[in-house]
């Protein structure tokens, strides 16, 4: 018998609805899904919580909770990335046990961990505090194809997770390229290695080759196959349920569930699909086989030809996919997941726009020295050279990368306490919605979040030509066409056609605004561009990429050398410095915190 987990409520919606399910749209259907029989049904952790409080105004916390009671006999699964917990950086252990403590309680039973580097250690301590709270640890590994990412990586990898203490085992095939061979190979070469553990397959339908993958998993033994509700399946999400269901009927592996039942919740997913229709995006049904090839996954892929596009430089997609290769090979084959993906991705960029390591973002300086975990192999020392200097060596740490971050609960405890007289926390929870994402997690609480839409003024109207255009934004060829079908009087379309979309790398959103004028620009923050600065003046310090303002660190009239950081922008989500290529003083700076600049654009005046 094979069981199903059945992913509808979190990884099918992340995967084709950008995340954006709201909550009651989720518990008119909990009765039906609970009669199913699911091995688990995920239903939080990944982008959710992100999303959640960023874009729906709706608290995470109250969503685990409802759905737990609705479910009571389902057991409730969360996507958890070990120290990074739903967020892109790394904590400390008090708040990730504080975190799998506070998400027990309010319903979560099975807690799905991985470290996107499969580095054990970073796996430790959501493993441990799982199990004390009462939970169950379904430790993943990354799937990734590489020379180091072998049977008996994964096979020797399991091993160790298996005497950690797990209680199901994962492949966590993100990108969806895991070919029918390896599936049967990993999970055969883990049965013959005595593992006793249940292990579950996660894929998606990117590659077009999942339906065989899942056959051959099955011959192997698999005990467990990730699905999704037809109405939010195949593309970039999970395969079919109602399909695998159907499949194995009246085989061996069996899943025993009801059909007839399936295709009753499927009716309600299909109203779903449709009434959040704003939100698909065409590109996300198709599958992309090319991702065996370069082994880059669709969302980073779309986000990468995006950014090229903003950059001005979409003649060089080719470049950046063997770029990318290039990179990740010398980067010791990191899996493409969050937040590695990124990591890689944008030193790519970075190396085909500016020249090879001419430009190194902190982020991967921070990988470099082991600040998210131990690369899979060796990171090329001519590599760390360019990276971190001559004495690179010095830079590089041993330890577990939150052996080095204090204990935060208590600290960031206080300081919401203080905030409002401590109005703001209503209960223990929030103060880990504030830890988790200070700035985002504040503005939820102050009540100042807006929801982007709510379930009773769905369907948005949309006006499928110019969607089309839109969320076609990320090719450059449907740009075109769009540019040249639509007038340009017609572009910005009236109010109800949302003039915001998101692209999405790994599942988490990207703004992306369309303005009136046809142009697009992506808004970090929220902020529109400044207005009203001159284009070009003598001493001008221009942004070289697109991004958005994280800090301005001169004033005016202060002096600056050469290689002095002037301020610190954030463009494909990394925080990169702007350094000053000359001596002066600051006479004019036209930008401020928060606001969104496109490459090319005035930040300040130095002479
Ligand atoms: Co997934």
């Not at 059945?6 to 995340?19: F, G, K, P, V, Y």
């Not at 958890?80 to 506070?102: Q, T």
């Not at 369907?459 to 969320?471: A, N």
């Amino acid at each position: 018998m094979v069981q199903l987990h059945e992913q509808i409520l979190r990884d099918a919606h992340q995967s084709m609805l950008a995340t954006r399910m709201r909550t009651e749209d989720m518990l008119p259907i909990t009765d039906k899904l609970d009669q199913v029989g699911f091995f688990s049904l995920e239903v939080w952790g990944g982008a959710t919580f992100d999303v959640s409080i960023r874009y729906l105004n709706q608290d995470p916390w109250d969503r685990l909770n409802q759905l737990k009671k609705a479910l009571p006999n389902t057991p409730l699964q969360m996507l958890e990335r070990a120290m990074n917990i739903v967020a892109y950086w790394n904590f400390p252990d008090d708040v990730v046990k504080k975190f799998i403590y506070f998400a027990k309680k309010n319903g979560c039973d099975y807690f799905r961990i991985f470290d996107a580097l499969n580095d054990l250690r970073n796996m430790e301590t959501p493993m441990k505090a799982t199990k004390e709270n009462g939970g169950h640890v379904q430790a993943c590994l990354s799937y990734t194809i590489s020379p180091i990412h072998t049977v008996d990586y994964f096979v020797r990898k399991f091993e160790k997770l298996e005497k950690m203490g797990a209680d199901t085992l994962c492949i966590k095939d993100m990108a969806g390229m895991i070919s029918p061979k390896r599936a049967y190979d990993i999970i055969n070469g883990c049965k013959d290695a005595g593992i006793k553990l249940p292990i579950d397959l996660h894929s998606h339908c990117t590659s077009g080759m999942t339906g065989m993958s899942y056959q051959r998993a099955a011959e192997a033994g698999i005990d467990i196959l990730d699905t999704a509700m037809s109405p939010i399946s195949g593309g970039t999400a999970a395969p079919p349920t109602e399909s695998v269901v159907a499949a194995l009927k009246g085989t061996e592996w069996d899943t025993g569930y009801d059909l007839e039942l399936l295709i009753e919740i499927r009716k309600y997913f299909l109203e779903i699909w449709e009434k959040y229709r704003h939100l698909h995006r065409f590109n996300a049904l198709k599958v992309d086989p090319s991702v065996t090839l370069h082994q880059v996954p669709g969302g980073m892929l779309s986000n990468l030809i995006f950014q090229l596009e903003e950059q001005d430089a979409h003649d060089k997609y080719r470049d950046i996919l063997d770029e990318t290769a290039r990179v990740r090979e010398e980067l010791g084959y990191p899996p493409l997941v969050t937040p590695s993906s990124q990591v890689v991705g944008v030193q790519a960029v970075m190396n085909v726009l500016h020249g090879r390591y001419k430009v190194v973002t902190k982020e991967t300086k921070d990988y470099c020295r082991g600040m998210y975990g131990k690369p899979p192999a060796e990171i090329k020392p001519e590599i760390m050279k360019k990276v971190l200097g001559l004495k690179w060596k010095d830079e590089v740490i041993d330890c577990r990368p939150s052996d080095l971050i204090k204990p935060m609960w208590d600290a960031r405890k206080k300081e919401i306490m203080e905030i409002d007289g401590g109005s703001l926390v209503k209960k223990e929870e929030d103060i880990m919605t504030y830890i988790l994402f200070p700035q985002v997690g504040l503005k939820f609480l102050k009540g100042e979040a807006k929801a982007e839409f709510t379930s009773n003024i769905l369907p948005l109207k949309v006006d499928h030509q110019l969607m089309r255009g839109m969320v076609k934004q990320s090719f450059p060829e449907y740009k075109q066409l769009w540019i040249e079908t639509v007038p340009p009087d017609q572009r910005a379309g009236p109010a109800q056609i949302p003039t915001e979309f998101e692209v999405e790398v790994d599942g988490e959103p990207f703004e992306v605004k369309v303005t009136p004028s046809g142009g697009f620009l992506v808004a970090g923050a929220g902020g529109a561009p400044t207005a009203g600065k001159p284009k070009d003046v003598e001493g001008g310090v221009k942004s070289n990429m697109q991004g958005t303002i994280l800090g301005v660190k001169v004033k005016k009239a202060d002096k600056v050398k050469k290689g002095d950081v002037l301020a610190t922008i954030e463009a494909m989500k990394m925080e990169q410095e702007i350094k000053s290529e000359s001596e002066g003083e600051v006479k004019e700076i036209y930008v401020k915190e928060g606001d969104s600049v496109s490459s090319g654009d005035l930040l300040m005046q130095i002479l």
